[in-house]
């Protein structure tokens, strides 16, 4: 059974910097690229940062390029984001999954529930 369990969420000033962390079980994690994506309120759920399985080769959105980093450890079955020069604009609820990396921004599995970044004054 796949389990995707994200963390580290919470609220940072404009500026600040988060690490997510993304745990998944129940399929072969090294064999897929993880895509983190992201869902703000009233808007559809965007890609912002896929790394691909031997974790040699990254793609990040435009929005998040340069202040995102994505990074995996296949031994622990963990991919993380780090956020650094948030903005308001990152406020949204942040989640990962398995893909393929033809499909970067098609989710393989269920969603996870996500964790929520809110980047506030």
């Known amino acids: 059974q796949v389990r995707i369990v994200e963390s580290g969420g919470g609220l940072v000033q404009p500026g600040g910097s988060l690490r997510l962390s993304c745990a998944a079980s129940?399929?072969?994690?090294?064999?897929?690229?993880m895509s983190w994506y992201r869902q703000a309120p009233g808007k559809e759920r965007e890609l912002v940062a896929c790394?691909?399985?031997?974790?040699?080769?990254?793609i990040y959105s435009d929005s998040v390029k340069g202040r995102f980093t994505v990074s995996r450890d296949n031994g622990k079955n963990t991919v993380n984001l780090q956020m650094d020069s948030l903005k308001p604009e990152d406020t949204a609820v942040y989640y990962c999954n398995a893909a393929f990396v033809w499909t970067p921004g098609t989710p393989l599995f269920d969603w996870g529930q996500g964790t929520q970044v809110s980047v506030s004054s």
């Open positions: 129940g399929f072969t994690f090294s064999s897929y690229a």
């Open positions: 790394i691909f399985s031997a974790g040699g080769s990254t």
